[in-house]
C-alpha cells in the first residue's frame, strides 16, 4: 500500500450513506472502506466501481467501538515492592490513570491488562480496527482478495464484497457451502473446498467476472468451473510456489494428495503424489522445500506434526505434545523466514513450539497464548496473530513475545480470513449464524519497530 493511501485511509472513510466517521484510534468502525480508483491489472482484476470524490462535503458522527485500544505490552511496568505503578513508554501517556484501573483478567494467561493509553503516535503508524456494516446472514468460513475486493465464502454461498466503493455485496454462488479458498489471478482460477461433499472445485475467475458483468457472451457459454481430481471429504489444502511450479497439498481424511500446476495446453492441476492410510488423519497440511532441494509435506493432526518425505515417501512424527492427554486442535504451521524451509513454528490449543523439519526441538521456547484461540495466522510482518474470545493478540513469530493486544469489551468469536500488506481480514460469529467482516490495517511501519 502506498504511503498516501494509508493516509487517506487513516483519516476518512467513505460510508453509504454519504457521511464520514472521526477515525479514533484503534476503535472499530461501523463503515465500508475506500480503496484508491484502480484500474484492471493484466489479469483482468475486478473493479466494481470508482469511489466517491474525497472533495465531498461529509458530517462527521461518532461511532461505537467493540474492542478496547490497542496495548503495547511495554506500556505498563509492574513494580513487585511498591505495587503497580504505570509508565509511559514507546509512545503512549497514560495521565491520569489510577492504579485500581489496571488490573489483569485472572482467566487469561500471561495477559496484558485491559487500559487506555492515549496515543501520540502518528495514526498512519498505529494499529486500528474496522468492520463493514454488511451482515451477512450465514456463517462467513472463508475469504480471498481478488484485486482490491473481497470474496467472502458462507455456509449458504459465495459473495463479492465491493471494497472499491461503497461496500455492495455482489452475491455469486448460492446454496453452495464455501469451507476454503484462494484467488491465483495469474492462472486465472480461485481453488475452493466446497459443497456438501467437500469437493475441491477450482472456479474461473473470468466465469466469476462475468457474473457480475455480464459483458462477455463466449464467457457465459462455458462452464465455470472444474474438480480437481475425483477428489472428495477435502479437510485443508495450501497453495505452495516452489521455482516456477504452483504446487497444491491436499489433507483428505485418511490421505495427503500433492498436486502440480500443468499451464497450457492442460491449464489445471494435475496429480503428483499420493500418501495413503496415514496413521494420523490431517487435518492441517503444508509444504516446505528444504535448502532449496527436498520436498516435505508438513501435517497437524489430533494427536501432533508430522512429515512425510515427497520422494521416499517415508512418514514420521515431528512433534508429539505428549504433556496433554487428550486430543489437540492443531491451529497453524508457520515454516520460519530464513531458515532454509527447515525450521517451523507448531501452534496448537494455547502453545507454539518450535521445532525443525526432523524433529528436533530448536528453540528452549514455549509460545504462551492468553486464552485458548480460534484462530491462529502468520500475518507478513513476521508475526503471529490469535484471536481468542476475549482479546486479539500480536506475538513476534521469532520469539513468540507479545507485541500488543487488543481486548474485546464482550466475549465474540472471531474466525482469520486472510491478509495482505498491512491488512488482515477476520469475521466475527454471532448467536443465530449472523457474521461480519472486520479488517485490521497494522500501519505503514508495522509494529516491528513499536
Same mark, same amino acid.
Given at each position: $500500500?502506498? =504511503?498516501?493511501?494509508? +493516509? ?29 480508483? $484502480? ?11 470508482? +469511489? #466517491? ?9 461518532? *461511532?461505537?467501538? *467493540? ?29 491520569? $490513570? ?5 488490573? #489483569? ?13 492515549? &496515543?501520540?503516535?502518528? #495514526? *498512519? ?11 451477512? &446472514?450465514? %456463517? ?26 461503497? =461496500? ?12 476454503? $479458498?484462494?484467488?491465483? %489471478? =495469474? ?39 472444474? +474438480? ?25 481424511? &485418511?490421505?495427503?494428495? /500433492? ?19 496415514? /496413521? ?9 522445500? %528444504? ?33 496433554? #492427554? ?118 505503514? +511501519? ?5
Amino acid at each position: $500500500m502506498s =504511503g498516501s493511501e494509508d +493516509t487517506r485511509a487513516a483519516s476518512s472513510v467513505n460510508l453509504s450513506n454519504g457521511e464520514t466517521e472521526s477515525v479514533k484510534t484503534m476503535i472499530v468502525h461501523d463503515d465500508v472502506e475506500s480503496e484508491p480508483a $484502480m484500474t484492471p491489472s493484466k489479469e483482468g482484476t475486478l473493479i466494481v466501481r470508482q +469511489t #466517491q470524490s474525497a472533495s465531498s462535503t461529509l458530517q462527521k458522527h461518532k *461511532s461505537s467501538s *467493540s474492542f478496547t485500544p490497542f496495548i503495547d505490552p511495554r506500556l505498563l511496568q509492574i513494580s513487585p515492592s511498591s505495587g503497580t505503578t504505570v509508565t509511559s513508554v514507546v509512545g503512549f501517556s497514560c495521565d491520569g $490513570m489510577r492504579p485500581e484501573a489496571i488490573r #489483569q483478567d485472572p482467566t487469561r494467561k500471561g495477559s496484558v491488562v485491559n487500559v487506555n493509553p492515549t &496515543n501520540t503516535r502518528p #495514526q *498512519s503508524d498505529t494499529p486500528e480496527i474496522r468492520k463493514y456494516k454488511k451482515r451477512f &446472514n450465514s %456463517e462467513i468460513l472463508c475469504a480471498a482478495l481478488w484485486g482490491v475486493n473481497l470474496l467472502v465464502g458462507t455456509e449458504s454461498g459465495l459473495m463479492l464484497l465491493d471494497r472499491s466503493g461503497q =461496500g455492495k455485496v455482489y452475491p455469486l454462488i448460492n446454496r453452495r457451502r464455501f469451507q476454503q $479458498m484462494d484467488v491465483l %489471478e =495469474g492462472l486465472n482460477v480461485l481453488v475452493t473446498i466446497s459443497g456438501k461433499k467437500d469437493k475441491l472445485r477450482v472456479y474461473y475467475l473470468s466465469w466469476l467476472r462475468n457474473k457480475i458483468l455480464h459483458n462477455d457472451p463466449e464467457v457465459e457459454k462455458k462452464q465455470g468451473w472444474t +474438480t480437481v481430481g475425483d477428489l472428495e471429504g477435502c479437510v485443508h489444502y495450501k497453495v505452495v510456489k516452489y521455482e516456477r511450479i504452483k504446487f497444491l497439498v491436499i489433507a483428505l481424511k &485418511n490421505s495427503v494428495e /500433492v498436486y502440480a500446476w500443468a499451464p497450457k495446453p492442460y491449464h489445471k492441476f494435475m496429480a503428483f503424489k499420493s500418501f495413503g492410510e496415514l /496413521v494420523h488423519k490431517p487435518l492441517l497440511v503444508d509444504l516446505t522445500v %528444504e535448502e532449496g532441494q527436498r520436498l516435505k509435506v508438513i501435517y497437524g493432526s489430533c494427536a501432533g506434526f508430522h512429515a512425510v518425505d515427497v520422494d521416499s515417501g517415508s512418514v514420521y512424527d515431528i512433534y508429539l505434545p505428549t504433556h496433554i #492427554q487428550c486430543n489437540i486442535k492443531p491451529h497453524a504451521i508457520i515454516i520460519l523466514p530464513n531458515t532454509d524451509g527447515m525450521e517451523l513454528l507448531v501452534c496448537y490449543e494455547d502453545e507454539g513450539v518450535y521445532v525443525n523439519t526432523y524433529g528436533r526441538i530448536t528453540k528452549d521456547v514455549v509460545l504462551q497464548w492468553g486464552e485458548m484461540p480460534t484462530s491462529v495466522a502468520y500475518i507478513r510482518s513476521n508475526q503471529t496473530m490469535g484471536w481468542g474470545e476475549k482479546a486479539i493478540e500480536i506475538r513476534s513469530v521469532e520469539t513468540g513475545h507479545l507485541d500488543g493486544v487488543f481486548m474485546h469489551k464482550r466475549a465474540q468469536r472471531l474466525k482469520f480470513l486472510c491478509e495482505r500488506n498491512d491488512k488482515v481480514f477476520f469475521a466475527s460469529v454471532r448467536s443465530g449464524g449472523s457474521s461480519q467482516v472486520y479488517f485490521m490495517t497494522l500501519g505503514r +511501519t508495522s509494529l516491528l519497530s513499536w
